[in-house]
């Protein structure tokens, strides 16, 4: 759209860091509209600057073409959403894809849950993993490393990249939905639906604030008050923000290691499961801790 109200003739190589800089303070001044152009919201600058690192892409992508160009930093133009959820308010949302209110009878309610049941699973797998919305969507089978009680949040043949997506170790209490698992899951490709409708519900704030990554902000958030700065690696390395080695894996119990995370996560859930009995399933609510053992299906 620049380009073409700008200067349609313009090539790649002309376009430089001046010109970036007046694409953006363009873009700046255009609002995030709907397909009928209805105004949605301000453009943020995170949101030009996603703009700015494609288009150096796809100059990069072009044969003898190189970008005069360099996006900035995410860190440097983004606003994070500041609000958590408490324990509380997860079990809450646990509590609206177990017992829905509404419904004539107690059938229509039971058939309102089980079409909650794709929100429920991706609460189960966020809480106990910590992992991205995108990243609990596409656990598959193989990825579930039972003897270890490890979740690979990793996909079979994707190449670990810098956005890593790091080997955890998973609660007692979810361990065993993982053991039953079938091929996927959750069988669809996205919640955004459900989680609105949630969302809503529960009076939340508004999907910048409260979207479904809130479930892996909101644990690290409460983690990291239980187990304190000293031990915040641990959160770091569940979270995939810095490199775990696979073989350390086998020793998670020890506190060197995620032991302190597996144990507030369990806690965590522990209380869930007290405020929203069923949350993951009642006979594994107080059960004893997991024991790990050596070796494993990834080796």
Known sequence: DYVAETDATVVCAAINEPWIDKFRAWALKRPVTSSKGEYLRERSLAHVEGSVMQFAAAINATPGQKAKFKARQQVDVARSPTYRADVKTIAAMFDYCLRPEGGRSDRERA????????LLRYLQLAVASWARPETVLAVK???????ARVLDLNPARRLRTNKRQPMVPIAHQCAPLLDEMDDL?????????????MRIHLSLPDDRQAGPKLIRRSMATLVRRRIGEANWRQ??????????????????????????VLRATEEII?????LAPGAYRTVTADAAPLKLVSGGKNG
């Open 185 to 197: 899951w959750i069988p669809i490709s996205s919640v955004r639906n459900a989680w609105d409708k």
């Open 111 to 118: 058939m309102i849950a089980t079409m909650r049941m794709n």
């Open 141 to 147: 089978r193989n990825q579930w490393h039972a003897d």
């Open 270 to 274: 522990r209380e869930i499961e007290a």
């Open 235 to 260: 959160g770091e390395i569940m979270l995939g923000h810095v490199a775990f080695a696979t073989s350390d894996i086998y020793a998670i119990p020890d506190p060197a290691n995620l032991g302190l």
